[in-house]
């Protein structure tokens, strides 16, 4: 089946330093790949995503890349801000699925000064 | 722009109460979501549908029914609402193979 599995928060970085977010995933067949970000009392918006293997999502200074030979699909930024605080979503969805999503857990990630 | 439009961002309910949620979008896209948010549980999928008056259960329907009567609108009904019920509800939509687009949510207290 498919499933998405990232890495426990909450992580708690100062600012300027660098992140790295872990997204493992399984899938039946070839996953287009997605990070999203949630703000406080906001829904879900897109941040990056790669539909094939050695892509490279990159957004606002986030970067991912798929990677087919580890299944993953890791969210980095160099120097981090604290309007980056939010709470940060892995998901992958396959051809058949109906366009179904499926999600990580998410990571809630706070930036101090 | 899309534009996914959730009816209320805010709602309190009482115990037993039939309850809707309301979700408009305006990209025209065929399939739309309804999702619960939980602390620690991430999004859970309460049903999808893939076009007008189609519905499927998504991993959590019991207690929760859809209507799709028109392209763009997707309701989310609590039959008889109840405490457990209490949560963020996100709504979604998207045309493959695009990302899903979603509202703001709408936070449902039922007391």
């Known amino acids: 089946g498919n499933s998405v599995t990232q890495m426990e928060g909450p992580v708690t970085l100062s600012e300027e330093a660098f992140l790295t977010i872990n997204c493992t995933y399984t899938?039946?067949?070839?996953?287009?790949l997605f990070w999203y970000v949630q703000y406080p009392g906001e829904g879900l918006q897109l941040l990056l995503k790669?539909?094939?293997?050695?892509d490279k999502g990159s957004n606002k200074g986030f970067e991912a890349t798929y990677r087919k030979e580890t299944t993953s699909f890791h969210l980095e930024k160099g120097s981090v801000q604290v309007s980056d605080s939010a709470v940060y979503f892995c998901a992958l969805t396959t051809r058949g699925t109906g366009n179904q999503f499926y999600f990580g857990t998410g990571t809630s990630l706070t930036v101090i000064p | 722009d899309v534009k996914v439009t959730q009816s209320s961002r805010y709602l309190v309910k009482r115990t037993g109460e039939k309850v809707f949620l309301e979700c408009v979008q305006d990209m025209d896209h065929e399939n739309m979501f309804w999702y619960r948010q939980d602390p620690g549980l991430g999004l859970r999928l309460i049903y999808f549908s893939y076009d007008v008056k189609m519905k499927e259960k998504g991993d959590i329907p019991e207690g929760y029914s859809v209507s799709r009567e028109k392209k763009e609108r997707f309701s989310l009904i609590l039959e008889s609402a109840s405490t457990n019920q209490t949560s963020m509800y996100l709504c979604a939509s998207s045309l493959y193979p695009q990302p899903q687009h979603f509202g703001d949510g709408t936070r449902l207290s039922i007391l």
């Open positions: 899938a039946t067949g070839y996953p287009s």
């Open positions: 790669a539909t094939k293997a050695d």
